[in-house]
């Protein structure tokens, strides 16, 4: 009933359910399964739940209404994007029901609305028709790599030559791919960070041309006072081999240092995240509706009882969408928790945040403190996350902006 009711409301151009007017973008977790065991994983790795097709229509069809609306709500007629990212567990494992959706929102999608897809995948099932199948829909591929072989060995024996082998086959399939639609995503952890410096080359050399570093959500002991150092050091030499390579071809290879020259600057007191924003939503397989797949329980191996204490509730489960906690109460929500408190009201267990100069500009989950051992201080941040975004902002401030190469050229020493 409720789904026959989303699709005629859709087809007839009436409103959505109150609350979903600036819903753009959908993130389907489409199984909770995965074909690796990465020691770093923040999923439950007992939940093997798939999503239904049923659920995974009824959440498209509620993006395909909101995305209708917003586009008869523009004047100007400009283009309305629907922004659906497929995410797992290991995605790829429901290779058939992330075609069912493409081909129905392709069918489906009202007049006007651009589709975009996206797919987070550790690239082991990326074989050839898949990969045919992903061109052809435009889709943005991120792609998970702990980096060269020391590193990726914690992922499981032998992954590392079954990637190797993959972008090998991503340059077969078809050479824009590495330039335009696929970015590798390295997650930082104190066992594989002596390898950043050694891993941006090697993707480098494979002809990837989109890296960008995160550092792992999560509680890691092997962080060390030599490792936090390690750290700074490989950061360093990941600067200065990425800005050989822009001033060599103008391309910004590490996406953490990119910026323009017309960025605005940034804004004090900006939201930590956009997760109560009411811009997006992710759905997984049980039709739990909520602003960031991590405020699910089984996204949060390692969490605390504090962390679990204060986690922003679900919106409500897609298998009743008229049901589902309004935008404008969701914000209220998740911005009111005390985790999401200002920036500047944050500490490590060294420092403020409030002095340092970066405070407008780094991120840090706010969740992150929360799996943080025997504390209940919703301001606490692990100090490698702070240790990370310090070495990543302070040489985003020196590298050249993006637009801006044939000058930095000129400017290079011959």
């Known amino acids: 009933m409720a789904a026959r009711l989303l699709v005629a409301m859709r087809r007839r151009r009436m409103k959505v359910p109150p609350g979903f007017s600036r819903l753009e973008g959908l993130t389907l977790i489409v199984t909770n399964r995965c074909n690796l065991r990465c020691r770093y994983c923040y999923q439950d790795r007992h939940d093997t739940t798939d999503m239904p097709w049923e659920r995974a229509k009824a959440a498209v069809d509620l993006l395909l209404a909101a995305s209708g609306e917003r586009r008869a709500r523009d004047s100007a007629g400009g283009e309305t994007v629907a922004k659906i990212a497929f995410y797992g567990g290991e995605p790829l494992l429901k290779e058939a029901l992330i075609r069912k959706v493409v081909t129905y929102v392709r069918r489906e999608a009202p007049e006007g609305v651009i589709p975009r897809f996206s797919l987070f995948t550790n690239g082991l099932l990326l074989g050839e028709a898949v990969l045919g199948f992903l061109v052809e829909h435009g889709f943005e591929i991120q792609l998970s790599s702990d980096g060269v072989a020391e590193a990726q060995e914690d992922r499981g024996k032998g992954t590392f030559e079954r990637l190797d082998r993959l972008f090998d086959r991503f340059a077969a399939c078809d050479p824009r791919l590495l330039r335009d639609r696929v970015r590798v995503a390295l997650t930082i952890t104190a066992r594989n960070v002596p390898h ?29 006072p030599e490792r936090l150092d390690l750290l700074e050091s490989q950061i360093e030499a990941v600067y200065r081999f990425a800005l050989r ?85 969701y914000e209220r929500h998740v911005y009111g928790n005390p985790l999401w408190n200002d920036k500047a009201e944050k500490h490590t267990p060294i420092e403020t945040c409030r002095s340092c100069e970066f405070v407008a500009q780094c991120h840090v989950c706010p969740l992150s403190g929360g799996y943080l051992p025997g504390h209940r201080d919703p301001n606490l941040i692990p100090i490698w996350n702070c240790r990370f975004n310090k070495a990543i902002l302070s040489r985003k401030k020196k590298f050249p902006p993006a637009d801006t190469w044939l000058a930095s050229l000129a400017a290079t020493p011959a």
């Open 196 to 224: 950043l410096a050694a891993s941006a080359a090697y993707f480098h050399r494979k002809g990837v041309r989109r890296l960008v570093f995160d550092i792992a959500t999560g509680f890691d002991p092997g962080w060390t």
């Open 245 to 329: 390579r822009f001033l060599h071809t103008g391309i910004v290879f590490v996406e953490n240092f990119r910026h323009e020259s017309q960025d605005p600057p940034p804004r004090p007191g900006k939201r930590e995240c956009g997760a109560g924003r009411g811009t997006s939503i992710s759905v997984d397989p049980y039709g739990t509706v909520t602003g960031c797949g991590f405020f699910l329980p089984y996204l949060r191996r390692g969490s605390t009882k504090f962390l679990d204490e204060n986690v922003p509730r679900r919106r409500g489960t897609i298998d009743r969408p008229e049901a589902l906690i309004p935008e404008t109460a």
